[in-house]
């Protein structure tokens, strides 16, 4: 019997719950589970705080949520170091506390999305600590990437591989084995040539399909196949080990990003995907550029790729209408829906990124404190709800992060001493980190967490969060939040098709674009006030003035 929902050929989603491409134009909020509410008052967020929460999410209107990860975890890199795939990180809850939110969240008519962290497992995972006990050629250690060191006592790393939080990518183990780790030493890579690793990423797709899981978010996913053949390659140069420097190899020949073979996994994961009901949707996280990236996205893949291209790009009209054309080009020649996202876990939050100077070094900023430059905060709220009109008016789907709605902004000034994120001790103390935009939530003015939980928060709130508080902008006119409210719920009235047409005569600065016939966002990001073209408008992300669009200001027309 066919199921009629798959046979939909119009790509245009109804977000009903069968609809097997809810996901092409949805909106996804990322929850960062250990900062978003804490229920049981140890500090860390946990499933239940979400459960408790999840109105926020169904009062804003989007489709779906996110959920980084949440498996049993020492935390080595805040949760992506997994030491059991299938399970939950008693912190942070039970299994059973894991059916309770997908169940409360599907109640409210939200998807859930959970993350997949396929290159690498924890130190702490029964496979490694197998592999570590199990000597050298033994087919333990050949689940990840073990080697023999150079120099005559084998005392050098087998090349000169960086890992991307700083250092050699290779550790030595107390036998004098090498394993390769391109994150934290705490997170082993997986070997993907190795079958029964595969096996066991298939039997997770299947775990969390089973229990309802709507789709997966898949960490690092251009990382998977490398090569391998002996003996290993040299780089050279420190810097091409960074995803930055894949523009120096033949397309899909650096030793360990983006190689061809990876393909062939995401094929076949697709045919467990759409084995399901309507079939899981996956969005992959692969810091490559371009068309290259999009091959991620193809339909017989996963389905979406996440678009790093549109968040690094300045707060400059030509810059952004070439990176969305060049987005909506490579997105459609692959079959899939474009993506869109301003902020996320890793990233300085965009309140904040939008207003530093084109070429500022993020980290240098951060080591500042967040006073070289300084950020007049308002002014980068403005810019901020200017970019989420722009952003939620493009075809394709947005991923929100946590706090965003909030117009929270990044939390430069965290003290050292309180830092958490592996970045900060691996660089020796160099790189400050992702902690500032992974600050606890706050959700009422006064509290001793700000209505996060009963007790403190694992990384400090400034007092500046009582004023962004939910409960300061619930029902407040003009607050970042209603504006979020209020754009999601035209947007859901308003999606048609999955193209833009720009408009020929735009003053310089102004992006302005037709979704179709009814729906026009405009865009100011000049110095100068313009005209708005002909129409009702529906919604501005500041006041006009005299009628006229004001700069860092975004309007929808119909
Ligand atoms: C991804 C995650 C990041 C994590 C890294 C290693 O980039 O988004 O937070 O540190 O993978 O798993």
Same mark, same amino acid.
């Given at each position: 019997?066919?199921?009629?929902?798959?046979?939909?050929?119009?790509?245009?989603?109804?977000?009903?719950?069968?609809?097997?491409?809810?996901?092409?134009? %949805?909106?996804?909020?990322?929850?960062?589970?250990r900062?978003?509410?804490?229920?049981?008052?140890?500090?860390?967020?946990?499933? $239940?705080?979400?459960?408790?929460?999840?109105?926020?999410?169904?009062?804003?209107?989007v489709?779906?949520?996110?959920?980084?990860p949440?498996?049993?975890s020492?935390?080595?890199?805040?949760?992506?170091?997994?030491?059991?795939?299938?399970?939950?990180?008693?912190?942070?809850?039970?299994?059973?506390?894991?059916d309770?939110?997908?169940?409360?969240?599907?109640?409210?008519?939200?998807?859930?999305?959970?993350?997949?962290?396929?290159?690498?497992?924890?130190?702490?995972?029964?496979?490694?600590?197998?592999?570590?006990?199990?000597?050298?050629?033994?087919?333990?250690?050949?689940?990840?990437?073990?080697?023999?060191?150079?120099g005559?006592?084998?005392?050098?790393?087998?090349?000169?591989?960086?890992?991307?939080?700083?250092?050699?990518a290779?550790?030595?183990?107390?036998?004098?084995?090498?394993?390769?780790?391109?994150?934290?030493?705490?997170?082993?890579?997986?070997?993907?040539?190795?079958?029964?690793v595969?096996?066991d990423?298939?039997?997770?797709?299947?775990?969390?399909s089973?229990?309802?899981?709507?789709?997966?978010?898949?960490?690092?996913?251009?990382a998977?196949?490398?090569d391998?053949?002996?003996?290993?390659?040299?780089?050279?140069?420190?810097?091409?080990?960074?995803?930055?420097?894949?523009?120096?190899?033949?397309?899909?020949?650096?030793?360990?990003?983006?190689?061809?073979?990876?393909?062939?996994?995401?094929?076949? *994961?697709?045919?467990?995907?759409?084995?399901?009901?309507?079939?899981?949707m996956?969005?992959?996280?692969?810091?490559?550029?371009g068309?290259?990236?999009?091959?991620?996205?193809?339909?017989?893949?996963?389905?979406?790729?996440?678009?790093?291209?549109?968040?690094?790009? #300045?707060?400059?009209?030509?810059?952004?209408?070439?990176?969305?054309?060049?987005?909506?080009?490579?997105?459609?020649? %692959?079959?899939?829906? %474009?993506?869109?996202?301003?902020?996320?876990?890793?990233?300085?939050r965009?309140?904040?990124?939008?207003?530093?100077?084109?070429?500022?070094?993020?980290?240098?900023?951060?080591?500042?404190?967040?006073?070289?430059?300084?950020?007049?905060?308002?002014?980068?709220?403005?810019? !901020?709800? !200017? !970019?989420?009109?722009?952003?939620?008016?493009?075809? #394709?789907?947005?991923?929100?992060?946590?706090?965003?709605?909030?117009?929270?902004?990044?939390?430069?000034?965290?003290?050292?001493?309180?830092?958490?994120?592996?970045?900060?001790?691996?660089?020796?103390?160099?790189?400050?980190?992702?902690?500032?935009?992974?600050?606890?939530?706050?959700?009422?003015?006064?509290?001793?967490?700000?209505?996060?939980?009963?007790?403190?928060?694992?990384?400090?709130?400034?007092?500046?969060?009582?004023?962004?508080?939910?409960?300061?902008?619930?029902?407040?006119?003009?607050?970042?939040?209603?504006?979020?409210?209020? !754009?999601?719920?035209?947007?859901? $009235?308003?999606?048609?098709?999955?193209?833009?047409? *720009?408009?020929?005569?735009?003053?310089?600065?102004?992006?302005?674009?037709?979704?179709?016939?009814?729906?026009?966002?405009?865009?100011?990001?000049?110095?100068a006030?313009?005209?708005l073209?002909?129409?009702?408008?529906?919604?501005?992300?500041?006041?006009?003035?005299?009628?006229?669009?004001?700069?860092?200001?975004?309007?929808?027309?119909?």
């Open positions: 019997m066919t199921d009629p929902v798959t046979d939909r050929t119009d790509t245009t989603p109804d977000l009903s719950s069968r609809d097997p491409n809810w996901w092409r134009q %949805a909106v996804v909020y990322q929850v960062y589970p900062s978003f509410a804490d229920a049981d008052g140890d500090g860390l967020g946990d499933l $239940k705080g979400i459960t408790r929460r999840l109105n926020h999410l169904a009062a804003l209107g489709d779906a949520l996110w959920l980084s949440f498996y049993p020492e935390l080595a890199d805040g949760g992506y170091d997994v030491a059991d795939y299938r399970d939950v990180d008693p912190r942070l809850g039970s299994l059973d506390d894991f309770a939110l997908a169940a409360e969240a599907h109640r409210l008519g939200l998807k859930v999305i959970v993350d997949l962290v396929p290159n690498h497992t924890s130190h702490q995972h029964v496979w490694f600590q197998e592999a570590l006990a199990s000597g050298p050629g033994s087919p333990a250690r050949d689940r990840y990437v073990f080697r023999d060191g150079r005559t006592h084998g005392e050098l790393p087998p090349t000169d591989w960086q890992s991307v939080f700083g250092g050699s290779w550790q030595r183990v107390p036998d004098g084995q090498w394993y390769l780790h391109l994150f934290a030493p705490q997170q082993p890579d997986l070997n993907w040539a190795n079958e029964e595969r096996a990423f298939r039997t997770t797709l299947r775990f969390w089973d229990r309802g899981v709507d789709g997966f978010r898949v960490d690092v996913a251009h998977l196949a490398k391998l053949s002996e003996p290993l390659r040299d780089l050279g140069a420190p810097e091409l080990s960074s995803e930055d420097a894949l523009s120096h190899f033949p397309p899909g020949t650096h030793p360990f990003y983006d190689r061809d073979e990876v393909h062939e996994i995401y094929r076949d *994961w697709r045919k467990i995907l759409d084995s399901y009901r309507p079939p899981r996956a969005v992959a996280e692969a810091w490559v550029q068309a290259r990236r999009t091959l991620y996205a193809r339909p017989d893949e996963l389905g979406q790729a996440f678009n790093f291209e549109y968040l690094q790009a #300045g707060w400059d009209a030509d810059e952004l209408r070439q990176v969305i054309t060049d987005s909506l080009d490579s997105a459609h020649q %692959a079959g899939a829906s %474009a993506t869109w996202v301003l902020s996320n876990h890793d990233v300085v965009h309140t904040s990124r939008l207003m530093l100077p084109p070429g500022t070094d993020d980290n240098a900023w951060l080591l500042s404190g967040g006073h070289a430059p300084e950020v007049d905060e308002s002014h980068g709220l403005r810019r !901020a709800r !200017a !970019a989420t009109l722009l952003m939620l008016a493009l075809p #394709g789907s947005s991923y929100v992060y946590q706090g965003e709605e909030l117009g929270l902004p990044e939390v430069a000034d965290l003290p050292v001493e309180v830092l958490q994120d592996p970045i900060w001790e691996q660089t020796g103390r160099v790189r400050k980190g992702r902690d500032g935009c992974r600050v606890p939530l706050p959700w009422t003015t006064t509290g001793p967490s700000y209505g996060f939980g009963a007790a403190g928060a694992w990384l400090p709130q400034p007092p500046s969060f009582a004023s962004y508080a939910v409960e300061a902008q619930d029902g407040v006119e003009g607050s970042p939040l209603e504006l979020y409210r209020t !754009a999601l719920r035209l947007r859901r $009235k308003l999606l048609e098709g999955e193209s833009l047409a *720009w408009a020929d005569d735009t003053p310089p600065g102004v992006l302005d674009f037709t979704r179709h016939d009814g729906w026009r966002c405009v865009t100011n990001l000049s110095d006030a313009v005209r073209p002909a129409g009702e408008v529906l919604l501005t992300s500041a006041p006009l003035e005299d009628g006229q669009l004001p700069p860092d200001t975004t309007a929808w027309i119909a």
